[in-house]
């Protein structure tokens, strides 16, 4: 293994400076075969994330996944830690600036994004450091400024390119880098280069014997500076005292094995080659899948479409464990925790579940607090509106109860209540369930007040019976009359009709029809029994209340009617019916028909002068 035949040590220092909180973050992990080292600071202000330690600790998550020193990994590290900074920007947006270097214990190669540093000092001398992204560095290469200006320029830390960048991003990864024996790195963020210059850490490193040392001298350098403000500053050294020794014709005897292997598979067929090919471009396809998948998931988020976004979501993770790409799926399956949650608090509404729906909306706002890929207003509407369909339908419910207990004033309060609601809040299933219950009540209430108008009817009719029971005709008549208005009011016919024949009756007894004439009598003389118009004059007065104008068929030419003009009290009896009447006649033959000679049944004793003969006492009369 190449470590147990090689001698690396490394020593680091990472201090907060005048700040409670130390932005800068250091890490690096010794295989085998390969080994790396990486140093980050934050450029962000969040309390809560820690930009360079996420970042830091993705690269080197990657690099444990898929180790290697070529120069398309490293940059794919670099891209996975930048993909992670933005995924988890939720309050602010996360940026650091990072430096990974990677050794095969042989050679290396490293990349940079910001502005921390490299540096690599062989035989106690500074041989290279690596470049800063910024705008002052740029100035440099382009000898607008001196390069000793550099590390004070006050455009050092106007980056062109870090972790996090909202911009195309663009690391830098250098070439593959021999190693000798006794070569030493240095990683540093700007807290310390900026106060530390090449020359003062070549002289510290003279006299160091470790890492260590070195550092500890070095800080004692920034210390001794005694500045105001001290920043956060993070210094890692790597003594490469021993590198690993490759043998030279073991070059050459790889690539003839690789020859041969391959000229094996071209004979073979190519079978496995085939496969393998057809494997790399599956994966290839599923790795672009991934990307395609959750940027269509996105858009169907800001579209409010949950349902489609789940499932982009789930395609996305499927193919991030295809192409074994763990952080990436670890954030889809937040997405889709989120999004399952916001789906199935929709279908809990839909079924009418809505304490349901409540529960999956709050855990959906709780887990997507803070993220900004997420309508958080939106969920908060929704999870209103829920809250407005509860109150609904315990509204609904309270009226139920006082419906059953036959409140129905109350229940349709309540109903009246939660119907407004509803439509305020466009709650339609529940709008139209309460637009029945109100159709319940409404036919409720009519049914009684019908109940009690008929009682009153009923009340009324009793009360004209009574009255015509005692020959108050009138008063039955008013009573009837009241009686009929009600129930023509309620619609009840029968009733209507019924009272109709005893206010006719009422009215035949106020004002009974006149007594057809007596057969035998002069024509045009009243019916009066057992005398007749010349022996008895008091014949004459009862046809003064006699309707005998209207009634009997009257003789104009008869004399007898030169007599009645003088009756004074004929015209109250105007009203009287003619048509009760026209019984009477039948069984009475017409004055002017009857013989003069009939004889006449005898008159009964003076009758009484204002008797007012009935038309049952004039049906009997023959």
């Not at 995924?87 to 095969?104: G, M, N, P, Q």
Request: charged residues 25%.
């Amino acid at each position: 293994m190449r470590k147990d035949n090689s001698e690396f040590i490394t020593g680091f220092l990472s201090e907060s400076g005048s700040f409670v909180r130390n932005k800068d973050y250091f890490a690096f992990a010794e295989l085998d075969d390969i080994a790396c080292w990486v140093i980050a600071r934050g450029l962000d202000n969040d309390q809560e994330v820690e930009s360079a330690e996420l970042a830091a600790k993705s690269v080197l998550g990657y690099f444990l996944q898929k180790p290697s020193i070529s120069r398309y990994r490293i940059r794919r590290y670099l891209q996975e830690a930048h993909r992670v900074l933005q995924a988890e920007s939720h309050r602010v947006r996360l940026k650091a600036s990072l430096t990974v270097i990677v050794t095969d214990y042989a050679r290396v190669r490293y990349g940079v994004a910001g502005n921390t540093r490299l540096y690599q000092f062989r035989n106690g001398r500074l041989q290279w450091q690596s470049k800063d992204q910024s705008l002052a560095q740029q100035m440099v290469d382009g000898e607008e400024i001196a390069e000793d200006t550099l590390d004070q320029h006050e455009e050092r830390h106007n980056l062109l390119s870090y972790l996090g960048t909202p911009n195309e991003f663009r690391p830098f990864v250098s070439k593959k880098l021999p190693l000798y024996d006794g070569d030493v790195f240095l990683l540093a963020t700007p807290g310390l280069w900026e106060k530390v210059n090449p020359a003062e850490m070549q002289d510290g490193l003279q006299e160091a014997k470790d890492p260590e040392a070195w550092i500890d001298t070095l800080e004692d350098v920034l210390l001794s500076k005694q500045e105001h403000v001290v920043q956060n500053y993070t210094v890692a050294a790597i003594f490469a005292n021993k590198i690993f020794k490759t043998d030279p014709q073991k070059k050459w005897r790889i690539i003839k094995r690789v020859a041969l292997i391959l000229l094996v598979l071209a004979l073979a067929g190519g079978g496995a080659l085939l496969f393998k090919m057809k494997e790399a471009e599956r994966i290839a396809d599923a790795a672009t899948g991934m990307f395609e998948h959750e940027t269509a998931g996105d858009a169907f988020i800001a579209e409010s479409d949950y349902p489609k976004a789940l499932k982009a979501y789930s395609d996305a993770r499927n193919a991030a464990n295809i192409v074994k790409n763990k952080i990436q799926a670890t954030l889809l399956a937040k997405k889709i925790r989120i999004t399952q949650l916001i789906v199935d608090g929709d279908t809990a509404v839909k079924d009418e579940q809505y304490a349901k729906a409540l529960e999956k909306y709050d855990k959906a706002l709780k887990e997507m607090k803070g993220r900004e890929d997420f309508n958080e207003p939106e969920i908060l509407e929704k999870k209103e509106k829920t809250q407005s369909y509860v109150l609904v339908m315990q509204w609904k419910k309270e009226g139920d109860l006082l419906f059953e207990a036959q409140d129905y004033a109350g229940a349709e309060a309540y109903y009246q209540k939660a119907r407004k609601l509803a439509l305020e809040t466009s709650f339609v299933t529940g709008e139209k369930e309460l637009r029945t219950k109100l159709d319940e009540v409404a036919s409720k209430k009519t049914g009684i007040d019908k109940e009690k108008k008929t009682l009153d009817g009923d009340k009324l009719e009793k009360q004209g019976d009574e009255s015509y029971a005692a020959q108050d005709f009138e008063g039955a008549i008013q009573s009837y009359t009241l009686a009929q208005e009600i129930y023509q009011e309620i619609g009840v016919l029968e009733k209507v009709l019924a009272v109709e024949r005893k206010v006719t009756k009422a009215e035949e007894k106020l004002n009974p029809p006149a007594a057809p004439p007596s057969a035998g009598a002069p024509a045009g003389q009243p019916p009066v029994q057992g005398t007749s118009a010349a022996s008895q004059p008091q014949a004459v007065q009862v046809n003064q209340t006699a309707p005998v104008n209207q009634t009997a068929p009257i003789n104009p030419t008869t004399p007898v009617n030169q007599t009645v003009p003088g009756n004074p009290v004929a015209p109250t009896y105007q009203p009287v019916p003619a048509p009760q009447v026209a019984p009477t006649n039948q069984a009475v033959p017409p004055a002017a028909t009857a013989p003069a000679t009939q004889s006449v049944q005898p008159p009964q004793a003076n009758p009484p002068a204002t008797a007012n003969p009935t038309q049952e006492e004039a049906a009997k009369t023959p």
